[in-house]
């Protein structure tokens, strides 16, 4: 397949590097990557701030850009959830747009998700010795149904013994623009979820939503806690390497 990829604005701005694996892997499973340009954020911080009309111009900018792409895949759940759940709302009185937004939902997915249930590629020969445990971010969980798909490709890592997260299903507390806006409720929440992080014992955690990871590793970096954050493309890139 030829693969764009939907860099998201947080991942391209603050992980690029998160960015630049997801594409060595879709390379290495013998996929073309393209990026298509134009592209920008996907519009879920003006949506979920009330600014719908805003949020529309955004999405018709990303809708353009994805609109000769075969596949375009995402290293976000709550990207990729915004365009299967919102984009309907959005165009629903624009029926040109509201088809395209239609075929942009139809070829778009979340990395693991293509990866799992599309590819059928669960084992990536990837080598990883550590204990880890895995936070499922609630948009990839509740919106778009993710849940085998990330635990498949990490019961295939070599080495890597998986712990269970205590109350796994609650919030992190980010929220994007909740966390700027209740800041006192969003950091009682990252609060609870760092006790659980520790809890599980592992020396790493691992997530799909550099969003949530963010939030979770600057409050155990402030209470002098700092475990490991990774996507879950961080560490199958480091362990296709070995």
């Given at each position: 397949?030829?693969?764009s ?14 960015d630049?694996?997801?594409?060595k ?19 879920q ?12 111009e ?6 353009n850009s ?15 959830a ?14 040109v ?7 942009l939902i ?11 249930d ?34 498949k ?5 070599k080495?890597l013994?998986l ?7 609650l ?11 209740m800041?006192?409720i ?6 609870e979820?760092?006790?659980h992080?520790?809890?599980?014992g ?41």
């Amino acid at each position: 397949m030829k693969v764009s990829l939907f860099a998201t604005c947080l991942t391209n701005a603050f992980y690029p590097e998160v960015d630049l694996t997801m594409a060595k892997i879709l390379k290495h499973l013998g996929h073309t990557v393209d990026v298509p340009e134009g592209q920008v954020c996907c519009g879920q911080i003006a949506f979920n701030s009330g600014y719908v009309d805003d949020a529309r111009e955004v999405a018709r900018t990303l809708i353009n850009s994805f609109e000769r792409s075969e596949v375009v895949v995402g290293p976000s759940g709550s990207c990729i959830a915004m365009i299967h759940h919102y984009y309907p709302t959005l165009f629903e009185k624009e029926p040109v747009y509201l088809k395209k937004a239609e075929d942009l939902i139809q070829k778009s997915y979340e990395f693991t998700q293509f990866v799992v249930d599309v590819l059928k590629k669960p084992d990536l020969g990837a080598h990883y010795k550590a204990k880890a445990t895995y936070h499922p971010s609630c948009h990839a969980t509740r919106l778009l149904g993710i849940g085998e798909a990330p635990l498949k490709l990490l019961q295939h890592v070599k080495g890597l013994e998986l712990l269970p997260l205590p109350e796994a299903q609650l919030c992190c507390g980010f929220g994007g623009t909740f966390s700027v806006k209740m800041p006192k409720i969003s950091e009682a929440m990252v609060a609870e979820k760092a006790e659980h992080v520790l809890a599980s014992g592992a020396d790493i955690l691992l997530g799909l939503d550099m969003g949530c990871l963010m939030n979770i590793s600057g409050y155990l970096e402030k209470i002098n806690k700092p475990v490991k954050t990774m996507h879950i493309i961080q560490l199958l890139g480091e362990g296709m390497k070995s």
